[in-house]
């Protein structure tokens, strides 16, 4: 007998259950513009910054791409008053085209260095062919062997990734490693040369 009645209580929550999903369902059928209405006082409601704000946003975040959304929340509010989150930060930026991407890495160089470059490349930019054909170009790479997980991120616009103001010098070879070695020219190149102790610098 219990177990009737737990039944037959059991199929009259359900009938309750099913009225109410097909009143909740057909509301927005038998209340005229009850949809419009809701959708209305959605769109309507107010952005947590303004236009000046936005482009304040803007700004600073091209100008110090390396900061955080929460460190410009935190300017904005000490310049504006206005106490935004970092996901309404990332937003904004969003809509002006800044995404938060890896910055594109480079070996550090020095003014010396970037100087004597410059000068090779003036002085052999109108070689001929015939000329750059006799020429070898040599390249080593060093392949660290430690695994690096520092992950830093810049906001920056399209086609950006290689601005000066977008590029970070990392040294990535503060442990052990190996070094590679090998040559090229226009209608050839050389064996690839490994070397496990890590450099090519010979041995006095």
């Given at each position: 007998?219990?177990?009737?009645?737990?039944?037959?209580?059991?199929?009259?929550?359900?009938?309750?259950?099913?009225?109410?999903?097909?009143?909740?369902?057909?509301i927005g059928e038998t209340v005229?513009?009850?949809?419009?209405?809701?959708?209305?006082?959605?769109?309507?409601?107010?952005?947590?910054?303004?236009?000046?704000?936005?482009?304040?946003?803007?700004?600073?975040?091209?100008?110090?791409?390396?900061?955080?959304?929460?460190?410009?929340?935190?300017?904005?509010?000490?310049?504006?008053?206005?106490?935004?989150?970092?996901?309404?930060?990332?937003?904004?930026?969003?809509?002006?085209?800044?995404?938060?991407?890896?910055?594109?890495?480079?070996?550090?160089?020095?003014?010396?260095?970037?100087?004597?470059?410059?000068?090779?490349?003036?002085?052999?930019?109108?070689?001929?062919?015939?000329?750059?054909?006799?020429?070898?170009?040599?390249?080593?790479?060093?392949?660290?062997?430690?695994?690096?997980?520092?992950?830093?991120?810049?906001?920056?616009?399209?086609?950006?990734?290689?601005?000066?103001?977008?590029?970070?010098?990392?040294?990535?070879?503060?442990?052990?490693?190996?070094?590679?070695?090998?040559?090229?020219?226009?209608?050839?190149?050389?064996?690839?040369?490994?070397?496990?102790?890590?450099?090519?610098?010979?041995?006095?």
């Amino acid at each position: 007998m219990v177990y009737c009645s737990s039944l037959a209580t059991g199929r009259v929550h359900h009938l309750h259950f099913r009225l109410l999903v097909t009143m909740v369902l057909s509301i927005g059928e038998t209340v005229p513009g009850y949809r419009i209405h809701r959708q209305k006082a959605w769109e309507g409601r107010l952005r947590a910054t303004t236009a000046t704000e936005d482009r304040y946003l803007s700004i600073i975040a091209t100008r110090n791409g390396g900061a955080t959304a929460s460190q410009f929340s935190r300017v904005l509010y000490a310049a504006t008053g206005t106490r935004v989150s970092r996901v309404t930060v990332s937003k904004r930026l969003h809509e002006t085209g800044l995404l938060a991407r890896r910055p594109a890495a480079c070996v550090p160089l020095t003014s010396t260095i970037r100087r004597v470059r410059l000068a090779w490349c003036r002085e052999h930019r109108d070689w001929s062919m015939d000329q750059w054909a006799i020429v070898l170009f040599t390249a080593e790479s060093r392949f660290s062997l430690n695994t690096d997980s520092r992950r830093t991120f810049i906001w920056r616009g399209p086609v950006t990734r290689y601005l000066p103001s977008n590029v970070r010098e990392i040294d990535h070879y503060g442990g052990g490693g190996l070094m590679v070695w090998a040559g090229i020219m226009l209608d050839g190149r050389t064996p690839l040369h490994v070397f496990e102790r890590g450099t090519v610098t010979g041995v006095r």
